[in-house]
Protein backbone atom coordinates (compact mmCIF):
# COMPACT_ATOMS: atom_id res chain seq x y z
CA UNK A 1 0.00 0.00 0.00
CA UNK A 2 1.99 3.14 -0.88
CA UNK A 3 1.63 6.17 1.66
CA UNK A 4 2.40 9.21 2.69
CA UNK A 5 5.32 9.52 5.02
CA UNK A 6 2.93 10.70 8.29
CA UNK A 7 0.84 7.31 6.94
CA UNK A 8 3.41 4.56 7.11
CA UNK A 9 2.25 2.40 10.07
CA UNK A 10 4.09 -0.34 11.36
CA UNK A 11 5.79 -1.50 8.12
CA UNK A 12 7.30 2.11 7.51
CA UNK A 13 5.32 3.01 3.88
CA UNK A 14 1.80 1.58 3.38
CA UNK A 15 2.09 -0.21 0.09
CA UNK A 16 -0.43 0.87 -2.37
CA UNK A 17 -3.32 -1.68 -1.67
CA UNK A 18 -3.13 -4.57 -4.15
CA UNK A 19 0.27 -6.19 -5.23
CA UNK A 20 1.16 -7.84 -7.81
CA UNK A 21 0.11 -11.20 -8.85
CA UNK A 22 2.80 -13.83 -9.51
CA UNK A 23 3.74 -15.08 -13.12
CA UNK A 24 2.59 -18.49 -12.49
CA UNK A 25 -1.12 -17.45 -12.23
CA UNK A 26 -0.83 -17.51 -16.19
CA UNK A 27 -1.04 -20.21 -18.36
CA UNK A 28 -0.46 -24.15 -17.86
CA UNK A 29 2.81 -24.55 -17.03
CA UNK A 30 3.40 -21.06 -16.66
CA UNK A 31 6.86 -22.31 -14.55
CA UNK A 32 8.38 -23.14 -17.66
CA UNK A 33 9.81 -21.05 -20.37
CA UNK A 34 7.69 -18.38 -21.34
CA UNK A 35 8.73 -18.44 -24.91
CA UNK A 36 4.67 -18.21 -25.86
CA UNK A 37 4.62 -14.96 -24.60
CA UNK A 38 5.64 -11.35 -26.74
CA UNK A 39 4.88 -8.45 -24.17
CA UNK A 40 4.05 -7.03 -21.16
CA UNK A 41 0.86 -5.70 -19.81
CA UNK A 42 0.94 -3.32 -16.26
CA UNK A 43 -1.96 -2.69 -14.46
CA UNK A 44 -1.49 -0.19 -11.76
CA UNK A 45 -3.09 2.81 -9.77
CA UNK A 46 -1.41 6.43 -10.19
CA UNK A 47 -1.69 8.05 -6.19
CA UNK A 48 -4.09 9.87 -3.93
CA UNK A 49 -4.74 12.81 -6.43
CA UNK A 50 -8.15 13.44 -8.70
CA UNK A 51 -8.98 9.87 -10.22
CA UNK A 52 -5.79 8.34 -9.01
CA UNK A 53 -7.49 5.37 -7.29
CA UNK A 54 -8.57 3.80 -10.18
CA UNK A 55 -7.23 1.13 -12.84
CA UNK A 56 -4.44 2.11 -15.36
CA UNK A 57 -2.70 0.53 -17.73
CA UNK A 58 0.62 0.55 -19.76
CA UNK A 59 2.12 -1.95 -22.07
CA UNK A 60 6.02 -2.58 -22.80
CA UNK A 61 7.62 -5.11 -25.75
CA UNK A 62 10.50 -5.64 -23.44
CA UNK A 63 9.25 -5.39 -19.78
CA UNK A 64 11.39 -2.37 -19.05
CA UNK A 65 10.17 0.63 -21.30
CA UNK A 66 6.63 1.54 -20.91
CA UNK A 67 3.98 3.24 -22.75
CA UNK A 68 0.39 4.38 -21.05
CA UNK A 69 -2.44 2.94 -22.27
CA UNK A 70 -6.33 4.16 -23.29
CA UNK A 71 -4.11 8.10 -23.66
CA UNK A 72 -3.25 7.62 -20.50
CA UNK A 73 -6.70 7.98 -19.07
CA UNK A 74 -8.57 5.87 -16.07
CA UNK A 75 -9.65 2.12 -17.50
CA UNK A 76 -11.53 1.21 -14.88
CA UNK A 77 -13.35 2.57 -12.24
CA UNK A 78 -14.58 1.57 -9.22
CA UNK A 79 -18.24 2.84 -8.72
CA UNK A 80 -18.92 0.25 -5.30
CA UNK A 81 -17.61 0.56 -1.86
CA UNK A 82 -14.72 3.40 -1.54
CA UNK A 83 -15.30 4.06 -4.88
CA UNK A 84 -11.23 3.63 -4.95
CA UNK A 85 -9.02 1.26 -5.41
CA UNK A 86 -5.18 0.49 -5.18
CA UNK A 87 -2.85 -1.77 -5.26
CA UNK A 88 -4.44 -3.89 -8.15
CA UNK A 89 -3.48 -7.66 -9.24
CA UNK A 90 -4.35 -9.35 -12.51
CA UNK A 91 -4.79 -12.70 -12.48
CA UNK A 92 -5.26 -14.85 -16.06
CA UNK A 93 -6.54 -18.68 -14.97
CA UNK A 94 -4.92 -22.04 -15.90
CA UNK A 95 -6.94 -22.53 -19.55
CA UNK A 96 -6.08 -18.99 -20.39
CA UNK A 97 -9.23 -17.80 -20.78
CA UNK A 98 -10.45 -15.72 -18.06
CA UNK A 99 -9.10 -12.96 -15.88
CA UNK A 100 -9.62 -11.20 -12.56
CA UNK A 101 -8.41 -7.54 -11.64
CA UNK A 102 -8.26 -7.74 -7.62
CA UNK A 103 -7.63 -4.20 -5.79
CA UNK A 104 -7.83 -2.82 -2.09
CA UNK A 105 -11.31 -1.21 -1.73
CA UNK A 106 -9.75 2.52 -0.60
CA UNK A 107 -9.78 6.01 -1.89
CA UNK A 108 -7.36 8.19 0.52
CA UNK A 109 -8.26 10.67 -1.83
CA UNK A 110 -11.39 11.47 -0.39
CA UNK A 111 -10.16 12.93 2.62
CA UNK A 112 -10.32 8.90 4.19
CA UNK A 113 -7.08 9.22 6.77
CA UNK A 114 -4.81 6.78 7.28
CA UNK A 115 -5.86 5.98 10.77
CA UNK A 116 -9.19 5.41 9.50
CA UNK A 117 -8.71 3.17 6.37
CA UNK A 118 -6.35 1.04 8.45
CA UNK A 119 -8.82 0.63 11.25
CA UNK A 120 -12.00 1.67 10.41
CA UNK A 121 -12.09 1.09 6.65
CA UNK A 122 -13.30 -1.67 4.37
CA UNK A 123 -12.68 -5.55 4.86
CA UNK A 124 -13.64 -6.15 1.20
CA UNK A 125 -11.38 -6.18 -2.03
CA UNK A 126 -12.95 -4.98 -5.70
CA UNK A 127 -12.88 -7.57 -8.62
CA UNK A 128 -13.57 -7.56 -12.10
CA UNK A 129 -13.72 -10.57 -14.75
CA UNK A 130 -12.94 -10.65 -18.06
CA UNK A 131 -12.74 -13.32 -20.60
CA UNK A 132 -10.48 -10.70 -23.19
CA UNK A 133 -8.66 -8.69 -21.00
CA UNK A 134 -10.76 -6.09 -22.72
CA UNK A 135 -14.54 -6.17 -22.01
CA UNK A 136 -14.91 -6.51 -17.80
CA UNK A 137 -17.70 -7.19 -15.85
CA UNK A 138 -19.41 -4.91 -12.93
CA UNK A 139 -17.11 -5.33 -9.99
CA UNK A 140 -18.10 -6.67 -6.97
CA UNK A 141 -17.25 -7.04 -3.52
CA UNK A 142 -15.14 -9.86 -1.50
CA UNK A 143 -15.48 -9.52 1.90
CA UNK A 144 -11.71 -11.32 2.72
CA UNK A 145 -11.87 -10.06 6.13
CA UNK A 146 -15.35 -9.80 7.35
CA UNK A 147 -14.48 -13.18 9.85
CA UNK A 148 -11.24 -12.23 10.93
CA UNK A 149 -12.22 -10.58 14.44
CA UNK A 150 -11.87 -6.98 14.93
CA UNK A 151 -10.16 -6.63 11.31
CA UNK A 152 -9.49 -2.81 10.53
CA UNK A 153 -8.92 -3.34 6.94
CA UNK A 154 -8.16 -5.75 3.67
CA UNK A 155 -5.33 -4.48 1.95
CA UNK A 156 -2.73 -5.33 -1.18
CA UNK A 157 -4.53 -8.86 -2.41
CA UNK A 158 -1.93 -10.75 -4.42
CA UNK A 159 -2.47 -14.52 -6.04
CA UNK A 160 -0.92 -17.52 -7.21
CA UNK A 161 -2.01 -20.50 -8.22
CA UNK A 162 -1.62 -23.52 -6.39
CA UNK A 163 -1.24 -26.75 -9.18
CA UNK A 164 -1.20 -29.00 -6.01
CA UNK A 165 -4.42 -27.73 -4.02
CA UNK A 166 -5.78 -27.06 -7.48
CA UNK A 167 -7.15 -23.68 -6.35
CA UNK A 168 -5.57 -20.11 -5.97
CA UNK A 169 -3.60 -18.83 -2.94
CA UNK A 170 -4.83 -15.50 -2.54
CA UNK A 171 -3.47 -13.26 0.07
CA UNK A 172 -3.50 -9.85 1.89
CA UNK A 173 -2.79 -7.25 4.82
CA UNK A 174 -5.20 -7.39 7.27
CA UNK A 175 -4.96 -5.10 10.93
CA UNK A 176 -6.31 -6.96 13.22
CA UNK A 177 -5.61 -8.20 17.03
CA UNK A 178 -4.44 -11.67 17.68
CA UNK A 179 -3.18 -12.93 21.09
CA UNK A 180 -2.83 -9.48 22.31
CA UNK A 181 -1.27 -7.56 19.19
CA UNK A 182 -2.88 -5.54 17.03
CA UNK A 183 -1.00 -5.17 13.91
CA UNK A 184 -0.83 -6.32 10.44
CA UNK A 185 -0.51 -9.44 9.32
CA UNK A 186 -1.04 -11.29 5.74
CA UNK A 187 -3.89 -13.38 5.95
CA UNK A 188 -4.76 -15.90 2.93
CA UNK A 189 -7.68 -18.19 1.90
CA UNK A 190 -8.42 -20.41 -1.34
CA UNK A 191 -10.34 -19.46 -4.76
CA UNK A 192 -11.06 -20.80 -8.13
CA UNK A 193 -13.46 -17.62 -8.90
CA UNK A 194 -12.98 -14.97 -6.71
CA UNK A 195 -16.46 -14.99 -5.79
CA UNK A 196 -15.95 -16.80 -2.83
CA UNK A 197 -13.05 -18.12 -0.62
CA UNK A 198 -12.29 -20.33 2.21
CA UNK A 199 -12.44 -19.29 6.15
CA UNK A 200 -9.24 -16.69 5.96
CA UNK A 201 -5.89 -18.28 8.06
CA UNK A 202 -2.96 -16.34 9.21
CA UNK A 203 -0.41 -16.79 6.27
CA UNK A 204 2.26 -14.64 7.62
CA UNK A 205 3.11 -13.07 11.13
CA UNK A 206 6.01 -11.48 11.57
CA UNK A 207 7.78 -11.74 15.91
CA UNK A 208 6.55 -9.44 18.43
CA UNK A 209 4.64 -6.14 17.16
CA UNK A 210 6.51 -5.75 13.69
CA UNK A 211 3.94 -5.57 10.90
CA UNK A 212 3.60 -6.84 7.29
CA UNK A 213 1.47 -5.23 4.43
CA UNK A 214 3.51 -6.01 1.04
CA UNK A 215 4.48 -8.47 0.18
CA UNK A 216 4.49 -10.43 -3.27
CA UNK A 217 5.59 -14.33 -4.50
CA UNK A 218 6.50 -15.77 -7.85
CA UNK A 219 7.16 -19.15 -8.82
CA UNK A 220 10.23 -19.71 -10.95
CA UNK A 221 11.07 -22.30 -14.28
CA UNK A 222 13.06 -25.39 -13.20
CA UNK A 223 13.78 -23.72 -9.81
CA UNK A 224 16.24 -21.42 -10.59
CA UNK A 225 18.38 -20.88 -7.64
CA UNK A 226 17.42 -23.56 -5.63
CA UNK A 227 13.44 -22.67 -5.06
CA UNK A 228 10.23 -22.98 -6.40
CA UNK A 229 8.97 -19.99 -5.33
CA UNK A 230 10.50 -16.80 -4.28
CA UNK A 231 8.73 -13.89 -1.78
CA UNK A 232 9.62 -10.87 -1.54
CA UNK A 233 8.40 -8.62 1.51
CA UNK A 234 8.79 -5.06 2.85
CA UNK A 235 9.72 -4.77 6.45
CA UNK A 236 12.46 -2.47 7.43
CA UNK A 237 14.06 -3.41 3.79
CA UNK A 238 12.88 -5.56 1.15
CA UNK A 239 12.92 -9.25 2.13
CA UNK A 240 13.88 -12.31 -0.48
CA UNK A 241 13.18 -15.47 1.08
CA UNK A 242 12.00 -18.63 -0.98
CA UNK A 243 10.98 -22.18 -0.18
CA UNK A 244 9.42 -25.17 -2.55
CA UNK A 245 5.56 -25.00 -0.98
CA UNK A 246 3.51 -22.27 -1.06
CA UNK A 247 2.58 -23.57 2.51
CA UNK A 248 6.36 -24.85 3.17
CA UNK A 249 8.94 -23.39 5.71
CA UNK A 250 10.04 -19.94 3.65
CA UNK A 251 14.03 -19.31 3.92
CA UNK A 252 15.16 -16.11 4.38
CA UNK A 253 18.06 -15.30 1.91
CA UNK A 254 18.81 -11.65 2.43
CA UNK A 255 17.37 -8.32 1.94
CA UNK A 256 18.34 -5.59 -0.56
CA UNK A 257 19.05 -2.96 1.98
CA UNK A 258 22.64 -1.93 0.41
CA UNK A 259 21.14 -1.81 -3.10
CA UNK A 260 18.04 0.45 -2.44
CA UNK A 261 18.86 2.16 1.32
CA UNK A 262 14.88 2.88 1.87
CA UNK A 263 11.76 4.33 1.14
CA UNK A 264 10.60 1.80 -0.87
CA UNK A 265 7.39 -0.58 -1.31
CA UNK A 266 5.07 -3.10 -3.59
CA UNK A 267 7.64 -5.24 -4.41
CA UNK A 268 6.33 -6.55 -7.93
CA UNK A 269 7.70 -9.54 -9.34
CA UNK A 270 8.16 -9.65 -13.66
CA UNK A 271 9.67 -12.48 -15.30
CA UNK A 272 11.20 -11.62 -18.85
CA UNK A 273 9.89 -13.32 -21.83
CA UNK A 274 13.18 -14.40 -23.96
CA UNK A 275 15.74 -14.48 -20.76
CA UNK A 276 15.81 -16.37 -17.50
CA UNK A 277 16.10 -12.99 -15.80
CA UNK A 278 13.72 -11.45 -13.57
CA UNK A 279 12.97 -7.70 -12.76
CA UNK A 280 11.99 -7.15 -9.25
CA UNK A 281 9.84 -3.38 -9.26
CA UNK A 282 9.68 -1.72 -5.93
CA UNK A 283 7.74 1.78 -5.85
CA UNK A 284 9.40 4.75 -4.34
CA UNK A 285 6.94 6.02 -2.34
CA UNK A 286 9.10 8.09 -0.11
CA UNK A 287 10.50 10.25 -3.20
CA UNK A 288 7.00 10.13 -4.89
CA UNK A 289 8.99 8.47 -8.24
CA UNK A 290 7.26 5.48 -8.88
CA UNK A 291 8.48 2.26 -9.96
CA UNK A 292 11.98 1.29 -10.32
CA UNK A 293 13.75 -2.10 -10.95
CA UNK A 294 16.25 -3.99 -9.65
CA UNK A 295 17.01 -6.95 -12.05
CA UNK A 296 18.94 -10.29 -11.09
CA UNK A 297 19.39 -13.79 -13.11
CA UNK A 298 18.86 -15.90 -10.00
CA UNK A 299 16.39 -14.62 -6.99
CA UNK A 300 18.44 -16.87 -4.73
CA UNK A 301 21.74 -14.82 -4.73
CA UNK A 302 20.88 -11.34 -2.97
CA UNK A 303 24.20 -10.18 -3.90
CA UNK A 304 23.62 -10.36 -7.70
CA UNK A 305 20.51 -7.91 -7.67
CA UNK A 306 21.01 -4.52 -9.47
CA UNK A 307 19.63 -1.70 -10.15
CA UNK A 308 19.77 -0.52 -13.65
CA UNK A 309 18.73 3.24 -15.70
CA UNK A 310 17.62 1.47 -18.79
CA UNK A 311 13.90 1.84 -18.55
CA UNK A 312 11.49 4.44 -18.70
CA UNK A 313 7.41 4.48 -17.12
CA UNK A 314 5.79 6.73 -19.45
CA UNK A 315 3.99 9.52 -18.87
CA UNK A 316 1.74 8.27 -15.40
CA UNK A 317 2.92 7.69 -12.31
CA UNK A 318 3.26 4.05 -11.97
CA UNK A 319 2.20 2.69 -8.06
CA UNK A 320 1.91 -0.74 -6.49
CA UNK A 321 0.30 -2.82 -9.32
CA UNK A 322 1.48 -5.86 -11.32
CA UNK A 323 2.75 -7.32 -14.71
CA UNK A 324 0.99 -9.95 -16.89
CA UNK A 325 3.48 -11.70 -19.34
CA UNK A 326 1.02 -11.59 -22.36
CA UNK A 327 0.61 -13.65 -25.71
CA UNK A 328 0.63 -12.24 -29.01
CA UNK A 329 -3.06 -12.68 -29.18
CA UNK A 330 -3.61 -11.43 -25.84
CA UNK A 331 -1.27 -8.54 -27.06
CA UNK A 332 -3.20 -7.67 -30.40
CA UNK A 333 -6.59 -7.47 -28.28
CA UNK A 334 -5.05 -4.99 -25.78
CA UNK A 335 -3.95 -2.78 -28.09
CA UNK A 336 -6.50 -2.91 -30.83
CA UNK A 337 -8.84 -1.72 -27.89
CA UNK A 338 -6.33 0.72 -25.66
CA UNK A 339 -3.35 1.64 -27.88
CA UNK A 340 -5.11 4.51 -29.35
CA UNK A 341 -9.22 4.25 -28.21
CA UNK A 342 -11.49 6.54 -29.88
CA UNK A 343 -12.92 9.04 -27.74
CA UNK A 344 -16.38 10.75 -29.47
CA UNK A 345 -18.20 14.01 -29.12
CA UNK A 346 -22.27 14.45 -29.78
CA UNK A 347 -22.65 17.75 -31.22
CA UNK A 348 -25.74 19.01 -31.70
CA UNK A 349 -27.63 19.78 -34.82
CA UNK A 350 -29.46 22.72 -33.69
CA UNK A 351 -27.09 24.34 -31.22
CA UNK A 352 -23.84 23.40 -32.88
CA UNK A 353 -21.53 24.71 -30.13
CA UNK A 354 -22.96 22.66 -27.39
CA UNK A 355 -22.13 18.69 -27.35
CA UNK A 356 -23.80 15.65 -24.89
CA UNK A 357 -22.31 15.97 -21.55
CA UNK A 358 -22.60 14.27 -17.61
CA UNK A 359 -22.47 16.91 -14.88
CA UNK A 360 -23.07 14.96 -11.32
CA UNK A 361 -24.12 12.16 -13.44
CA UNK A 362 -27.06 14.33 -15.11
CA UNK A 363 -26.44 14.27 -19.31
CA UNK A 364 -26.89 17.85 -21.27
CA UNK A 365 -25.73 19.65 -23.54
CA UNK A 366 -23.34 22.55 -23.01
CA UNK A 367 -20.96 24.67 -24.99
CA UNK A 368 -17.70 25.17 -23.66
CA UNK A 369 -17.35 21.86 -21.47
CA UNK A 370 -14.56 21.77 -18.92
CA UNK A 371 -13.38 19.08 -18.46
CA UNK A 372 -13.47 18.04 -21.48
CA UNK A 373 -13.92 14.69 -20.94
CA UNK A 374 -16.94 15.07 -19.59
CA UNK A 375 -18.23 15.24 -23.19
CA UNK A 376 -16.16 11.98 -24.47
CA UNK A 377 -17.79 8.55 -25.05
CA UNK A 378 -16.64 5.33 -26.51
CA UNK A 379 -19.47 4.33 -28.90
CA UNK A 380 -19.52 0.19 -27.89
CA UNK A 381 -21.68 -2.75 -29.49
CA UNK A 382 -24.51 -2.40 -27.65
CA UNK A 383 -24.65 -3.75 -24.06
CA UNK A 384 -27.93 -5.39 -25.41
CA UNK A 385 -26.99 -6.03 -28.79
CA UNK A 386 -24.09 -5.75 -30.54
CA UNK A 387 -25.83 -4.51 -33.62
CA UNK A 388 -26.77 -1.07 -31.54
CA UNK A 389 -24.59 0.90 -29.81
CA UNK A 390 -23.93 2.04 -26.30
CA UNK A 391 -21.98 5.26 -24.75
CA UNK A 392 -19.49 4.69 -21.94
CA UNK A 393 -17.77 7.88 -20.39
CA UNK A 394 -14.35 7.90 -20.85
CA UNK A 395 -13.24 9.45 -17.83
CA UNK A 396 -15.91 7.54 -15.73
CA UNK A 397 -15.14 4.14 -17.61
CA UNK A 398 -17.77 1.48 -17.05
CA UNK A 399 -20.35 4.05 -16.42
CA UNK A 400 -23.21 4.52 -19.65
CA UNK A 401 -25.69 7.01 -20.62
CA UNK A 402 -29.07 5.06 -19.48
CA UNK A 403 -32.37 6.13 -19.81
CA UNK A 404 -34.65 6.22 -16.32
CA UNK A 405 -37.95 7.56 -16.48
CA UNK A 406 -37.41 8.84 -20.07
CA UNK A 407 -34.43 11.00 -18.17
CA UNK A 408 -30.99 10.50 -18.72
CA UNK A 409 -28.76 9.41 -16.59
CA UNK A 410 -24.58 8.10 -16.37
CA UNK A 411 -24.60 5.06 -14.24
CA UNK A 412 -22.53 2.52 -13.50
CA UNK A 413 -23.00 -0.72 -15.08
CA UNK A 414 -25.58 -3.21 -13.58
CA UNK A 415 -25.68 -7.04 -14.47
CA UNK A 416 -29.03 -6.65 -15.56
CA UNK A 417 -30.85 -7.16 -18.78
CA UNK A 418 -32.44 -4.21 -17.37
CA UNK A 419 -29.67 -1.94 -17.60
CA UNK A 420 -28.52 -3.12 -20.82
CA UNK A 421 -31.64 -2.86 -22.51
CA UNK A 422 -31.93 1.17 -21.33
CA UNK A 423 -27.85 1.59 -22.20
CA UNK A 424 -28.81 0.61 -25.83
CA UNK A 425 -29.72 2.43 -28.23
CA UNK A 426 -29.83 1.93 -32.39
CA UNK A 427 -28.10 4.54 -34.15
CA UNK A 428 -29.72 5.51 -37.43
CA UNK A 429 -30.14 8.61 -40.08
CA UNK A 430 -30.52 12.14 -38.39
CA UNK A 431 -34.09 13.13 -38.23
CA UNK A 432 -33.01 16.27 -39.45
CA UNK A 433 -30.13 16.07 -41.54
CA UNK A 434 -29.67 12.76 -43.00
CA UNK A 435 -25.77 13.42 -43.08
CA UNK A 436 -25.92 13.49 -38.99
CA UNK A 437 -27.06 10.68 -36.70
CA UNK A 438 -30.10 10.15 -34.32
CA UNK A 439 -30.86 7.57 -31.80
CA UNK A 440 -33.42 5.52 -30.81
CA UNK A 441 -33.84 3.39 -27.83
CA UNK A 442 -33.42 0.14 -27.81
CA UNK A 443 -36.35 -1.09 -25.76
CA UNK A 444 -38.37 2.08 -26.32
CA UNK A 445 -37.65 2.16 -30.08
CA UNK A 446 -40.41 4.58 -31.00
CA UNK A 447 -38.78 6.82 -29.04
CA UNK A 448 -35.55 9.28 -29.89
CA UNK A 449 -32.45 10.70 -27.70
CA UNK A 450 -33.36 14.22 -27.63
CA UNK A 451 -32.62 17.35 -25.90
CA UNK A 452 -35.21 20.00 -24.07
CA UNK A 453 -34.33 23.35 -22.15
CA UNK A 454 -30.67 21.36 -22.63
CA UNK A 455 -31.57 18.25 -21.21
CA UNK A 456 -31.43 15.13 -22.39
CA UNK A 457 -34.43 13.07 -22.71
CA UNK A 458 -36.09 10.22 -24.34
CA UNK A 459 -39.13 11.27 -26.20
CA UNK A 460 -41.30 10.08 -29.15
CA UNK A 461 -40.63 12.99 -32.49
CA UNK A 462 -42.86 14.58 -34.45
CA UNK A 463 -42.22 18.21 -35.02
CA UNK A 464 -39.42 19.56 -37.01
CA UNK A 465 -38.16 21.12 -33.74
CA UNK A 466 -38.28 17.86 -32.34
CA UNK A 467 -36.41 16.19 -35.18
CA UNK A 468 -33.82 18.81 -35.22
CA UNK A 469 -33.33 18.44 -30.86
CA UNK A 470 -33.01 14.33 -31.50
CA UNK A 471 -30.07 15.24 -34.30
CA UNK A 472 -26.40 15.29 -33.75
CA UNK A 473 -23.38 14.33 -35.53
CA UNK A 474 -20.29 12.02 -33.73
CA UNK A 475 -17.52 14.08 -33.49
CA UNK A 476 -14.13 11.72 -33.05
Known amino acids: MS ?25 PG ?41 RSQIVLRSPIGTQGVRDPVLIRNQAGNRY ?52 GNAWAPEAIWDAAAGNYL ?5 NSTLNGVKKHRIWSARTTDFRTITTPQVYI ?35 IEGANSLTGTWTRLGDLANLTGGGVEGPMWAKFNDRTEWALWLDQYATGRGYMPVLTTNPAAVSGYRTTSGYSLGANLKRHGFVLNITAAEKTRVLNRYQAPVFNRLQSYNFQDRYVRHSNFDVRIDAGV ?18 AVSFESVNYPG ?10 VLAPREATSQ ?42 VSTATERADATFRVVT
Open 370 to 387: SPAADAQFRLVPGLASSS
Open 170 to 174: LYWAT
Open 100 to 151: WIVATDLRIGSGTSWDDAANRGSRNLVVWESTDLVNWSAPWLLGVANSIGDA
Open 30 to 70: AAAAQTAYTGYLMVHFIGEGAGGEQIYLAASDNGLNWTDLN
Open 419 to 460: FSADATFNRVAGLADSSWSSFTSYNYPTRYIRHYDYLLRLDP
Open 205 to 239: NLAGNEGLIDTQIVEVPASTGGYRYYRASKTTQIV
Open 399 to 408: YFLRHFNYDF
Open 3 to 27: SSPSARLSRRGLLTAAAAVPLAAAL
